[in-house]
């Protein structure tokens, strides 16, 4: 079995992007703002935009199973205030997990949160409850930046977060540590703002102590780390001058990274540098580089090519990549693939 | 000959930060401010400071030159104004004058520019012309974020910074894209927002036409490119989608990346996705990385054990790198070491 634990709903039906665009327009006019039950989508269009999208290529390039959140571009919470992202929130969660019921054996959800920036991240809780108790989520995607680019936001170390750690213990979930679309003219969001906000995470991670406080706490870093794995020696010789422990002890019982990394070299790098048991297989496909490279004759997250291909991998290596790590990180989906007998 | 194209003072005398805290100080209270003719730094000081740090493990690593800049982490643009950071740097700038006076062999300058946050850089030539006419700087450091990780000011590419380009061109002057400290506490200074400006600045470039309004332009991306040449295939990809030309073609002419990777992977994945002609040796000694890496028993920061262990590079190539690319990215380097007949 081949689990991508990092899938957006990047293809949602047109509708979906109309009604958020309405729900903007009417934090300046509320006269334009929509009602929830006025974004009407059937299960044939979503049935649609999943097969002939995610799941035909899952099925050509041979993965079983998408670990599946709302598109993280969109999730935008700098826009509008707490209540603004509650029913976005409710709206995306949903239909993620619509698409997980109508493909019960490729999609299993993750959810987004409903961030805001400057609220308590305490407000997110009722949706988290309702996305792990009601819709089978396995996982959350946490925003560190809730502003977009502005990072006005206290570290993941501080205790302002402490309420969504409490909650992830409680239901043995990991979050994925994903920032959204950057309103900072600064950073291209999927070129610059992902990634940095992948080290960044990495390295606010490095300088505390926060998995002391959260023995089993789990972050998965996506995009590989973003520049973690390529400068290892420079993390490791930070963590040696901040007199913290070695890194595979310090942080490497928490922190995971997946294979978004879009050409052999970075996965030979990644393979080479972080131990097997940290690392997920993953495409965010379909996603920020939709296109095939011309070097390769294949699509650029086509990550299976590259985990296949790299020289740094035993068999046994490969399947905790492809599906042993994923049931590890994330319990709730290996409670629900064996209550399926898988 | 190995030229180090990227060394800061960071082991000036004490009596440089202590004067540089009066002036902090001075800005709450002016009857603290400090005069320039306050600082009063010896050259025996100067000599000492550089023989037993820098220039010592220079001679133990096998490096000949190195370019030499102020503390990057002590420019910190964001504190105080335009006067502020005008005095501050040309402190700062007139020390590396005098240590490359000192050890003519062995140090070029690079100047530091008296930026400020929302300030036009205009403002920054006239010292920009002190160095290169009096002080024989060969390069300038330009930070992309003088407010110190809020990034409030445009992107690179836009007209803004466009009267620094042109003192760039009519000097024929690289920049390092460098920032400065942190005063963000989301952004660990070493560990994460100078791999962010990395990313980030190259980014900048690959989404804009800058080098198309300036064919000969040069930036060098240090802390070997950030994010950058681990994720290439993710940056090809960008580009395509973008429907820019072949980064060979739209970058590379123009940016160029510094081997500080601290690790043998890290190198290796450098120069086998980067054209050697794109790579200027570096150590950014004596910098944020100070230990001996446990796993080596070298020092992190020793890149010359990298660069000569990598297999991917012949020894043309390496010469390059060390030294030949140096010398054409940074014209007047090369006819100041002609001038002395090297």
Same mark, same amino acid.
């Given at each position: ?12 039906? #047109? ?5 958020? %665009?309405?729900? &903007?327009?009417?934090?300046? +006019? /509320? *006269? ?97 409850? #309702? ?5 089978? %989520?396995?996982? &959350?995607?946490?925003?560190? +930046? /809730? *502003? ?104 490497? %019982? ?89």
């Amino acid at each position: 079995m081949i689990i991508d634990i990092h899938g957006h709903y990047t293809t949602a039906p #047109k509708a979906l992007e109309t009604w958020r %665009n309405r729900q &903007i327009a009417g934090l300046k +006019d /509320p *006269s334009q703002a929509p009602k929830v039950a006025e974004l009407v989508i059937g299960d044939d269009e979503l049935r649609e935009s999943i097969e002939v999208n995610q799941l035909q290529k899952m099925r050509e390039r041979g993965s079983d199973l998408t670990i599946f959140s709302p598109r993280a571009s969109f999730m935008a919470h700098h826009i509008g205030d707490i209540r603004t992202s509650s029913t976005w929130a409710a709206i995306c969660n949903e239909l993620c997990y619509r698409v997980s019921r109508l493909f019960p054996d490729n999609f299993v959800p993750a959810a987004m949160l409903p961030q805001s920036p400057g609220v308590d991240p305490k407000t997110c809780i009722a949706e988290l409850d #309702k996305c792990v108790r009601e819709y089978g %989520n396995v996982a &959350i995607n946490l925003n560190p +930046d /809730p *502003s977009g680019g502005h990072w006005t936001s206290p570290p993941l170390s501080d205790r302002h977060w402490y309420p969504i750690y409490e909650k992830m213990i409680e239901y043995d979930i990991p979050a994925m540590i994903h920032v959204s679309t950057s309103c900072n003219a600064c950073f291209h969001t999927t070129g610059a703002h992902y990634l940095n906000a992948d080290t960044t995470a990495f390295m606010q991670c490095l300088t505390s102590d926060l998995f002391k406080d959260f023995p089993t706490l789990k972050f998965v870093i996506p995009h590989g780390g973003g520049a973690v794995p390529y400068h290892w020696g420079r993390f490791r010789g930070l963590a040696q001058e901040l007199k913290k422990p070695l890194l595979d002890e310090h942080l490497l %019982n928490n922190i995971f990274f997946d294979t978004c990394v879009y050409h052999q070299p970075g996965i030979d790098l990644l393979t080479r540098v972080i131990p097997a048991a940290n690392i997920l297989f993953a495409s965010e496909m379909i996603g920020a580089v939709r296109g095939i490279d011309p070097e390769t004759g294949h699509y650029y997250d086509d990550t299976k090519h590259y985990v296949e291909a790299t020289p740094n991998l035993d068999a046994a290596q490969r399947e905790k990549i492809y599906a042993g790590n994923a049931r590890r990180v994330y319990p709730r989906l290996d409670a629900a693939l064996k209550a399926r007998g898988r």
